[in-house]
């Protein structure tokens, strides 16, 4: 019988899947301190886990651990060298939750734009007929939209900015031109430029050295003064105190923030006190449809490594029996072969090569 240590609380069915399955126990904890997790971890073959951090001490505690299957898309909690050395698989939810997110994005961006906050307040408090000195509110329909990062998200992302009749302009080194325009995108290869004409940026973009503060104040200083960012990708990829000194200073409108650097974010980031700014508490994937989707997918993930059937898709690590990613990515194998793991890029580079072809 395998043991399954399902890391934070999921939805109840994938809970389901493995409740009656003589093949599998599980343990379900809400306790994340390093020191629980040593002890818990210890004897289990598969884990779950949603947000908290999966240190390397964590990992190397694991004998028996095969498998770490991640709720969700994003990776840079678990440690992945760890996670190598020890040959365990790393699956991630691929498909679960895009269009949760998608669907955040334009909320937050409809909310900046039609200052969602500020009419509801406005009618509530009694002040209906102050609704002439309210500021204006702007629309959506023929503007420039940039999506930075051109995955399963940004995908998603597209399409709603069409229903709006937006211009779309992609900025993802690693996505063709074709691929883009395919998708009805206009292919931008410098973010520093191309941000200078946006209405609206999206960030969809992994958390990396690459990409941590890919949006600073040089960029914003040049940003158009109606301008809207989204984050709902990882904090860290906007520069919290540049975004404030930029709309403290009027350079932009305002922005939409799902995630930030530190989580919970500290009481005293400028940012939780500027009325520029709408928050959510990473809760973008937080629709009832996608927590089933993501709770089962989890679990369904283990179920399917346990039998040697993971998706492709699913499949962000496989380093088991010497199987490396002949089978998956013949194209890159020469980079592969030489020091497929030496750094974190590399192993990206595979992931983002495989969604694609996969997308
Ligand atoms: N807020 C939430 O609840 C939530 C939910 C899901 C995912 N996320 C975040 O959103 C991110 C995107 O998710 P996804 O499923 O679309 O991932 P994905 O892997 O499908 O897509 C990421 C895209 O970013 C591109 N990219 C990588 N490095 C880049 C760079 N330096 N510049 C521009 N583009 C780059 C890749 O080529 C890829 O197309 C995830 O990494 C995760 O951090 C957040």
Same mark, same amino acid.
């Given at each position: 019988m395998k043991k399954i240590l399902v890391i934070q609380p999921i939805h109840e069915a994938g809970i389901e899947l493995i409740k009656n399955n003589p093949d599998y126990e599980f343990e379900v904890i809400e306790n994340t301190d390093i020191e629980f997790l040593k002890s818990k971890i210890k004897d289990c073959d598969g884990v779950s886990i949603r947000t908290a951090k999966l240190a390397g001490e964590v990992i190397d505690c694991a004998n028996k651990l095969k498998i770490i299957s991640r709720?969700?898309?994003?990776?840079?909690?678990?440690n992945l060298e760890s996670t190598k050395k020890n040959n365990i698989t790393l699956a991630i939810t691929a498909t679960a939750n895009a269009v949760a997110v998608a669907e955040h994005v334009m909320f937050m961006l409809l909310n900046i734009s039609k200052k969602g906050n500020m009419y509801d307040e406005t009618v509530k408090s009694g002040k209906f007929n102050d609704r002439n000195k309210l500021p204006k509110t702007v629309e959506l329909w023929n503007k420039n939209i940039l999506i930075a990062g051109f995955g399963r998200i940004g995908q998603a992302l597209i399409k709603r900015c069409h229903g709006f009749e937006m211009k779309v302009f992609v900025y993802d080194p690693f996505v063709s031109k074709e691929m883009i325009e395919k998708h009805g995108g206009i292919k931008v290869d410098n973010l520093e430029e191309a941000s200078k004409d946006m209405d609206a940026i999206s960030l969809h973009v992994p958390l990396n050295e690459k990409t941590?503060?890919?949006?600073?104040y040089d960029l914003l200083k040049n940003m158009k003064k109606n301008c809207i960012i989204i984050n709902a990708a990882r904090g860290g990829v906007i520069n919290e105190i540049d975004l404030d000194k930029a709309l403290n200073e009027n350079l932009i409108l305002g922005a939409g923030l799902d995630v930030f650097e530190i989580e919970p974010p500290? $009481?005293?980031?400028p940012l939780l006190k500027n009325n520029k700014v709408f928050l959510s $508490?990473?809760?973008?994937?937080?629709?009832e449809e996608c927590m089933t989707r993501m709770g089962k997918e989890t679990i369904q993930n283990i179920i399917d490594f346990f039998d040697d059937k993971l998706e492709k898709s699913n499949l962000f690590l496989r380093i088991q029996m010497g199987l490396l990613l002949q089978d998956l990515v013949p194209p890159l194998l020469p980079t592969i072969q030489n020091n497929f793991f030496s750094s974190i890029h590399q192993t990206m580079a595979c992931n983002q090569y495989i969604h694609h072809q996969e997308l």
């Open positions: 709720h969700g898309v994003g990776y840079d909690n678990i941590k503060n890919i949006i600073n500290d $009481p005293n980031n $508490p990473h809760t973008a994937a937080f629709t």
